[in-house]
């Protein structure tokens, strides 16, 4: 397994051009199943979960194609179920259920496995499919869900966390294709749900009200290929904001959406850290001393939970005290213990990590647990003097398209060793 290692205390330093949004194209690249028409995505980041996507739509009988940062999907024909094992592994495969349950009113979908940051159920995606008409049974680790037909309703999708993302995904994709009008109450707002919705009208749905809680979509017959520009990524803008600041550099971000970031910039600047915004650049350094701000994780437009991690690094760096509350994923801490090796000191009550910031951190070898885990670990080894080992780094590689380039190009000493 990869690891990286980093040598710290180099400020950062120059341009970043942010890549499309990870947590976009899944969904989009699953909503392809919904034509037997060519679809043409584009600013498709190359990511592992963009790879392990593409073997899944394959196993479903689709042609996929993936050139540079174009993928081109023809699902002309499906095959009623997908490889078992392939959709087991990513969690994020369970929105092709809406996609087949619309076009072909029969899916049958493993479950998603175990997930590190918290328990990851999809009871609010099973209850929309059943409210649409949908017979749904869970059997030897599948959910197979059938309907004759399928029936447009009111669905209130809002949980114990809130709305859920790719639920709301998943009703809109079966909704596109069926008969009358479906509104989804309390439905996600994420930017990623925007796009997915762009998607699906520039394929001949009928959806209004995308980004509010509130969706309605219109029932239609079929729809055909399109080809759509996926958005940039707002949490690896928020990883390469954070960065610079913890670094004590100065980096200019380019191609992202500032617009989709009001939360993460807002607190970045009652820290202290300084944001000039020119469209779809930004540029962002430390500016004075920092300070110590709380931050609660809440559904959009609130601060995202993917960019927790990264900022509770920031304000380990921070002289005082401050509060981090996780709201959306209850045991998404996992990066605690592995800050605590370089130094951190930060404790864990329910919810709450408080961060007593302010002592330099020192390198050592740490565990990536998760995705956005490993995004903090490799901000701490930047920060932090001397020498820091980032091992099982194929969680970075999941979400972050070739971020060791992208650091090196900013001024950092970082290595990716391979099969350590
Ligand atoms: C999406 O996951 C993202 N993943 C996650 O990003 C992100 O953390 C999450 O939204 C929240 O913003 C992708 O888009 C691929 P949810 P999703 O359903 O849709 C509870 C990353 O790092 N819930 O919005 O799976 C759930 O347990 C990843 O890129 C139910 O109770 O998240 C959680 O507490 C990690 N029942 C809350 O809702 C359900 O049926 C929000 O989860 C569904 C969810």
Known sequence: MDSLLIKGGVPLHGEVLISGAKNAVLPIMAATLLT?????????????????????????????????????????????????????????????????????RYAKVSLPGGCVIGPRPIDLHLKGMRQLGAELTI???????????????????????????????????????????????????????????????QMGARIVGAGSPTITINGVKELHGAEHEVIPDRIETATFAIAAAATNGEVTIKGARPDHLHAVLD???????????????MTVRRGGRLKPVDVTTLP?????????????????????????????????????????????????????????????????PVMASDLRASAALVIAGLAAQGTTQVNRIYHLDRGYEKIDAKLRRLGARVKRVEGS
């Open 139 to 201: 059997e030897g680790g599948y959910v197979k869900a059938e309907a004759a037909r399928l029936i447009g309703a009111e669905i209130f999708l809002g949980g114990r966390a809130g709305p859920t993302v790719l639920g709301t995904a998943n009703v809109m994709m079966a909704a596109v294709l069926a008969e009358g009008v479906t509104t989804v109450e309390s439905a996600a707002c994420e930017p990623e749900v925007v796009d997915l919705a762009h998607f699906l009208n």
């Open 300 to 364: 959009y437009s609130g601060f995202p939970t993917d960019a927790q991690a990264q900022m509770m690094v920031l304000m380990a760096l921070t002289p005082g005290l401050s509060i981090i509350t996780e709201r959306i994923f209850e045991s998404r801490f996992m990066h605690v213990s592995e800050l605590a090796r370089l130094g951190a000191d930060i404790s864990i009550e329910g919810p709450n990590a408080i961060v007593k910031g302010g002592k330099g951190l020192s390198g050592a």
């Open 267 to 281: 607190k970045l600047r009652e820290a202290g850290v300084e944001v000039h915004r020119q469209g779809l650049t």
């Open 36 to 104: 037997a028409g060519k679809c043409v995505i584009r600013r498709v980041p190359q990511l592992s979960d963009v790879h392990f996507m593409a073997k899944i739509l394959a196993s479903l009988g689709a042609r996929v194609t993936i050139e540079s940062d174009t993928v081109t999907v023809r699902a002309a024909k499906l095959k009623p179920v997908g490889n078992y094992d392939l959709i087991r592994k990513m969690r994020g495969s369970i929105c092709i259920l809406g996609p087949l349950l619309g076009r072909q």
